[in-house]
């Protein structure tokens, strides 16, 4: 007869240990294979994460072929290849085949992949889906032949079984293919695997990525540049937002021989000074080796660290967009819609959480074809991988939410929540340890530093939007007085001086005092013999005007330019240039020239224009000079000035104050007649 | 001199395990642990979770005591203590400090805790933050003294380290105490350890939970029945949505003899009749053993069962909350607020995915002093835990915010996203295996299935809602009709009679003609007395009328409650009872009152009141009787027919036909006059 077990025996008797095979086997839905169209996508995003980091590492210009095609009811073959340097023939079966394996968890640098998870859960959902297993030739560039392998994975030890190995011919120096048999849906349009293609060309303009999918349509994303991003480094943690813990793992696995050494070279941030100063205000030794700091003294140490004045984090580990293609990226996706409007793109500079250093980059655009009923798009990057799903469940989508954008020109209800308008806003979370809120990877995880990164660049680049708006509605308003001033006063002119038989008056007087602006037009003209940009300062001021006109545009444009006449003086490496207008008397108008060669790729947006010399209230179409130019304004200002000194004591020609209310009483006196 | 390593051995030689518990040290956000204030919240979470589900495993009425003291700065100490069946010796090391361990894991049944992660990511947690080992007190019944032991997790490897280890004395037949040190926030209000409790309170009223603060504030969550939910029984999986995988593994390690006993025993919902026709249909051998179905006849297998006409999965497995329960739970959050209005809660019948059954119920309350100008609250639970963070991400809200509640009288922007009203939603999920987004079991994943039953029980709730939002408007448009002619016309009718000198008329045929309702109106009063409902039906029609009255309630309100006059039926199990009226004349009212022993928790939405014997269009503040009753209609709808055919045959004193066009031209000729 068997003993009467208790509860307690009971219970224990089922416990046992769960691999993380079958764990996620169980939770597909955690590794983003929620459905069938989703588990597509990210089968797709996998694989291409993997061949662009791989490329990347090797510093090779991607040259990835995504190819989708179909095997039957809901089941779709995927295969990727790419030309990375191959991975050797010991490594493919964990690599592809056992969860939680890989080369970057334990690196401290941006990477597309960081979980060790990716591709073999991708593999995993195919086994279990599809029966089927995955098929992967490699090739490295010092074997002649490229191994094939096909795997499955052993769910409940996460292990590897090679199902079939071969060798095979394979005319490239190097490279890897993964192909996939899963069940799944293909779908065009919104979380589609043509989507999330385009999204990644966009913040990797230098890959080349080719889709075929399953009806033969086959789309380029041509690479637009053959410049490689700058590499990410390797970087010591730094240990601000260090937790006790790991500094205890970085001290127990540190091959220095001293404390001092641990700290200066293992960790990043740490000066030689500083690092005597944490030693001593820990009351550990320096001298001794970093295993023998244990218990209260690493805690104190930990103290110390946290306190001390460190160096700003290097942000070697990183590889951000840059603004120059956060732009042209944004102009890329958006095409058709032609905004009216881009912000200058906001590039933080890095950050620490936890020791892992991060950036935020935020892009924005406004109005043109945008729709003005609806949310704002939110288009979100992590590490250059663009994320399509829990849009809702993101820091990123918060941090937008908690603005409140009302001030900024935004509709949005009760302040909080995506704003409404014709707005697109583009941001980039680049950190060497992105925090992400599943396995899935789609959305990042709340974190106070990263947040409060998030919202300065967020407003940031809102600040510019509320500049545009402002000046746009302050240019609707001008041309409203103008179209009244301008049409309608002559027009009054004319007929009451012919009512009376005077001659028609000249109205520059009493136009320039109603108007009392100076003006800037700057409309860019593209055709085939090239692209021009002929910007127009008119003086709608009674007073004669001495202005200094500067431009700001990107550095490679300014330099294959023609500009008439030619600048007084310039920055070229920055992009600048700048003239000293002819005097302008009021009603005044004077023209600069900038010609480009054919095909230049350059709108308004890309022209910053800037005048010195008259106060801000008193300008429209361009701003006031920023204060952080460094550029010598060489006579304007002086004369300027005299100009005005001389004006106040007497008076001249062009400047004449005229009475607007002997106008008036004369224009009354012709409709008594 | 080394050799020159190629970017492939490079690449290869970094390539390594990672433990899962490293993999979570870096990742500690995917668990729940982003930021301090959330670190203590998931870990009075997944303790209190434990202390829970190993109470009812042993059917025992859980006593929770929770206790959080302040250790230090950003330093807390939280210890969480059980009457549960203890822990045997030599699983506590596993089951506190090693992840991806559990018993609960490869069973198909409702649990609160089912990854084998939760405890253990707290005991992760402060290991890394404070350097603290966790404490553990266990008790199991069989043996005189407590363990107590002290454990950290390697996390290079994953596996338990016993720090102490001791025997201690407990008064208590059985129990365990965890006690944790962590770095972490405490709040009060929003996402707290408090509000934490009180909804877990909410959906467990069997458990009594006692908080203890920083500040040593005692809140007590008095349980509010002795009654322990019914037991959720382990199940086995139902074929549909089961994926080719997961039979495969099903089958291989079946110890049944056959493949028909195999698809009858250790699968649900499978005939004896349809096994041997899904073995045909499959081409398998039914009397082969389960693991010869291999390959091709695994996928023909599977195929098979997924059309195969199946029983309806058995709720054994889940253990819902009950309609009671939510409505209480929901009238004890809600307190001071006190919506208008209850819907009928909403319990779906179980439905399967991936194999796994699952059910939703909803709540939904208007009204009252609820905010009228805020997005509505939602209150998400799954498996009777309930879910504070990512309510963005979670299908539940994704659920709501797809359904166009404008239609059923709520406001909200374009037709989606989170409605705006007062109105609070309740929605539970319980299953076998709930679909998480991440470990830190925070938010249902999206999935096709459960999406829709989310979508029909939520619309079956705000059907209601609508329903009471019209009642409610003709309500006030009745009322607005009640003030004219009952107060206006008689005073108009006291005037010009006065002024012609004529005695004042009846106003009743005018009355009852312009208002043609039958008036329910069911206040219920409380006092130290006793609870009375004194409902009053009044007849403003013009004929005499004969009705019946029905009422519903909570069973045990009815078994208390004296009825006067006595009821002329009941049905009491169902809590229901019903009455013939006596004949109401025009502008006639009867009174019937329901009284309760003094402190029955009992408001007005509890009661439900349905009127037979006349037209939906002209009754007011009751339904007509739905078709679900099955009581006999005594004499009511006989007597009414009579009563009618008499009418339209000859005409009685109390059923005037009053002609309103002459009443109407005597006040004329009374101005006349």
Request: charged fraction near 25%; glycine fraction near 6%; hydrophobic fraction near 40%.
């Amino acid at each position: 007869m068997a003993p009467v077990r208790t509860i307690a025996q009971q219970l224990a008797a089922k416990q046992r240990e769960i691999s993380v095979a079958e764990f996620f086997e169980r939770n597909r839905q955690i590794l983003g294979f929620d459905n069938l169209q989703r588990a597509l996508l990210t089968s797709v995003k996998e694989c291409l994460d993997n061949a662009l980091d791989a490329c990347e590492d090797a510093r090779v210009l991607p040259e990835v072929q995504v190819e989708i095609s179909k095997e039957g009811e809901e089941r779709y073959r995927l295969t990727v290849t790419d030309n990375g340097p191959g991975i050797l023939r010991r490594e493919i079966p964990n690599v592809f085949a056992r969860l939680l394996y890989g080369s970057r968890f334990h690196e401290n640098r941006q990477a597309r992949g960081q979980q060790g998870i990716g591709v073999s859960a991708a593999v995993l959902y195919a086994n279990l889906t599809t029966g089927r297993p995955v098929r992967v030739v490699s090739k490295v560039e010092e074997e002649e032949v490229a191994h094939v392998l096909e795997l499955a994975i052993d769910t409940q030890k996460n292990q590897p079984r090679v199902v079939s190995e071969d060798l095979s011919v394979w005319d490239r120096p190097s490279g890897t293919r993964v192909e996939l048999v899963l069940k799944a849906r293909y779908v065009r349009g919104r979380q589609s695997p043509f989507e999330y293609l385009r999204a990644t060309a966009i913040v990797n303009p230098h890959a080349r990525i080719v889709l075929t999918e399953p009806d033969g349509t086959r789309v380029t994303f041509e690479r637009a540049t053959t410049e490689l991003p700058p590499a990410a480094r390797e970087t010591a943690p730094h240990p601000y937002g260090l937790e006790l813990g790991e500094l205890g793992y970085y001290l127990r696995s540190s091959k220095r021989p001293t404390v001092l050494e641990f700290l200066t070279k293992d960790l990043q941030g740490v000066s030689a000074r500083t690092s005597r100063e944490v030693v001593a205000a820990a009351g550990v030794k320096g001298t001794e080796p970093p295993g023998s700091v244990v218990g209260e003294s690493q805690e104190r140490l930990v103290r110390a660290l946290h306190e001390a004045p460190l160096l700003a984090p290097s942000a070697e580990g990183l590889s951000p967009i840059g603004a120059m293609l956060i732009k042209r990226g944004l102009r890329n996706v958006l095409g058709e819609l032609k905004p009216e409007f881009f912000a200058p793109p906001v590039s933080r500079p890095p950050k620490v959480r936890g020791g892992f250093p991060f950036m935020v980059e935020v892009g924005l655009v406004y109005g043109g074809g945008l729709p003005a009923d609806q949310p704002i798009q939110v288009l979100r990057f992590a590490n250059r991988v663009p994320l399509l799903f829990q849009q809702g469940a993101c820091a990123i989508t918060n941090a937008i939410a908690n603005i409140d954008w009302r001030r900024y020109g935004l509709d949005q209800k009760g302040g909080s929540g995506l704003p409404i308008g014709p707005a697109v806003v583009l941001v980039h979370v680049a950190s060497t340890k992105v925090p992400f809120t599943s396995e899935a990877k789609e959305a990042v995880a709340e974190d106070p530093e990263i947040d409060k990164e998030l919202t300065l660049a967020l407003q940031s680049a809102a600040r510019h939007l509320r500049t545009h708006i402002s000046r746009k509605s302050r240019r609707a308003f001008a041309d409203e007085k103008f179209q009244i001033i301008l049409k309608i006063l002559p027009k009054l002119a004319e007929k009451t001086s012919g009512l009376v038989g005077k001659p028609v008056p000249d109205l520059t007087p009493v136009v320039t005092r109603i108007m009392d602006v100076v003006n800037l037009e700057a409309p860019v003209v593209t055709d085939p013999t090239g692209v021009r940009v002929s910007v127009q300062i008119t003086n709608y001021t009674p007073r004669a005007r001495v202005l200094e006109l500067f431009v700001e545009l990107p550095p490679e444009a300014l330099r294959g330019a023609t500009l008439e006449p030619a600048a007084e003086g310039s920055e070229p490496e920055l992009g600048r240039a700048w003239w000293t207008l002819p005097k302008l008397s009021p009603n005044g108008r004077t023209v600069v020239t900038l010609s480009f060669p054919p095909k230049t790729d350059l709108d308004a947006s890309d022209l910053d224009w800037y005048v010195a010399g008259i106060d801000e209230a008193h300008l429209l179409g361009a701003d006031p000079l920023p204060g952080d130019w460094d550029v010598r304004l060489p006579r304007t200002i002086v004369e300027a000035a005299e100009l005005a000194a001389t004006e106040a004591a007497a008076g001249s020609a062009e400047e004449t104050e005229v009475d607007y209310d002997a106008a008036e009483a004369s224009a009354h006196a012709s409709d008594e007649d």
